[in-house]
């Protein structure tokens, strides 16, 4: 395959699982552009605790399975759809109980609001075992288009949705709520798209293999989920649920919407490199070069569309957003780095720099706290700047000049 025909693959599927994350995230802003306009400060704040919750228990759902689907060789594939289908139904049963628990002990624990989202939230792991391993295979077969809209349109249609829930029902519900409503569209979309039967005669493949590879990716998972949302439980620990309210909305203003493109770009890495279609330095150097023109002109533009997008008094996320946005470049290295990691069997590398990470931004939100939002979000952006920075340049860059040199 030539490096036209190879870049061309790639970039195709970048556009799309790229307008998939922007819609996405344009139709979240419509909703934090509502919310903002209805809600109170501290009902944001209690539903963003929520969301923040429920995001670290889904993270368990990210377990390498879905790797193990893309990356196996074709005479093994049938028995490991099987096994995965079984472990995907357990995980999801298990997680629904143990949010359900959380939920209980928020509730008693004097939060009965944020028990109560939570346990709503939960019945979104009643739909999502049914379709995952289709997902897989057609990631594999590189459907990587055809996911992307279903899983953009799914995203769409539960913001949509919540536009239209907080005009009749103005509370913190209609950020959570959506999100259960719209999973029976993912299911049966990917159902659709990569129809697969578990076959009683096929042979399961050994669990042995899905733990060895799948419990250093959950880790990772797992703290890569503290990272993107410990700042949150310690904004409101320490500043209260106002304070998270406004965080909540610089995120989601800023470092939300860049990130969209490097989720987008996430989505399409490991595919590509398990192909071995295009090496990894170039694929980080070709995201960098996509992302970092639209993530800058967002921070730089931030005094203009933030005041028109939320409306009188959040002037002070203004700078905050302009901060975030800038993470997003970091994390555009460190996700082909981190995809590299798991195709070279090393899982547990990126497990180090990802806990590496999230101790020092806990560090650093904790220290920065007493100084106001912007100082925890410039603590923030530089802590992901220089670890994942200095674990993946190494990885990816020196190799691209050496091969360079060589040739």
């Given amino acids: 395959m030539s490096w036209r025909n190879t870049d061309s693959n790639f970039l195709a599927h970048l556009m799309a699982y790229g307008a998939s994350e922007v819609a996405s995230k344009l139709s979240r802003l419509f909703v934090v552009v509502m919310v ?152 049966i979309a990917m159902r659709r798209l990569r129809p697969w039967q578990k076959d009683a005669a096929v042979e399961p493949a050994p669990f042995l293999p899905f733990i060895t590879f799948g419990v250093p990716v959950l880790g990772i998972e797992l703290i890569k989920a503290l990272r993107l949302h410990a700042d949150k439980l310690l904004v409101g620990l320490l500043l209260g649920a106002d304070g998270l309210g406004l965080y909540f909305m610089a995120f989601n203003a800023g470092l939300s ?26 694929m980080a150097l070709t995201g960098l070069g996509l992302i970092a023109p639209v993530v800058l002109a967002q921070s730089l533009f931030a005094p203009v569309y933030v005041p028109l997008l939320l409306g009188p008094g959040w002037d002070a996320v203004v ?65 992901v700047t220089v670890v994942l920075c200095g674990a993946a340049v190494p990885r990816l860059i020196f190799p691209l000049f050496q091969r360079h040199q060589e040739v």
């Fill in 257 to 282: 919407i860049a990130t969209s493109y490097v989720a987008a770009f996430e989505k399409v890495v490991f595919p590509h490199l398990a192909a071995k279609s295009i090496s990894a330095g170039r």
């Fill in 36 to 187: 903002a306009r209805t809600l109170g400060v501290e009902q944001i704040g209690l539903a963003a605790a929520a969301l923040a919750i429920c995001d670290l228990l889904k993270s368990v759902t990210q377990n390498g399975i879905c790797q193990r689907i893309i990356a196996a060789p074709k005479a093994e594939l049938p028995g490991i759809c099987v096994t995965a289908h079984r472990l995907y139904w357990w995980l999801g049963f298990g997680l629904f109980g143990v949010q359900l628990l959380v939920a209980a002990g928020l509730w008693v624990w004097a939060h009965p609001v944020v028990g109560g989202l939570v346990a709503v939230a939960a019945l979104e792991y009643l739909f999502m075992p049914g379709g995952l391993v289709q997902a897989a295979l057609a990631m594999r077969e590189g459907k990587l288009t055809q996911t992307a809209s279903i899983a953009g349109g799914q995203i769409v249609g539960a913001n949509l949705l919540s536009v239209a829930l907080v005009f009749v029902f103005p509370s913190p519900l209609v950020l959570v709520l959506p999100r259960v409503l719209t999973a029976p569209y993912w299911l």
């Fill in 319 to 383: 700078p905050v957003v302009s901060i975030l946005c800038l993470c997003a470049l970091p994390l555009t290295f460190w996700s082909v780095a981190a995809a590299e990691l798991r195709l070279a069997q090393k899982p547990e590398i990126e497990f180090l720099v990802t806990l590496f990470l999230t101790v020092a931004l806990a560090v650093s939100a904790i220290v920065t706290a007493p100084m106001g939002l912007l100082a925890m979000a410039t603590g923030y952006v530089v802590s």
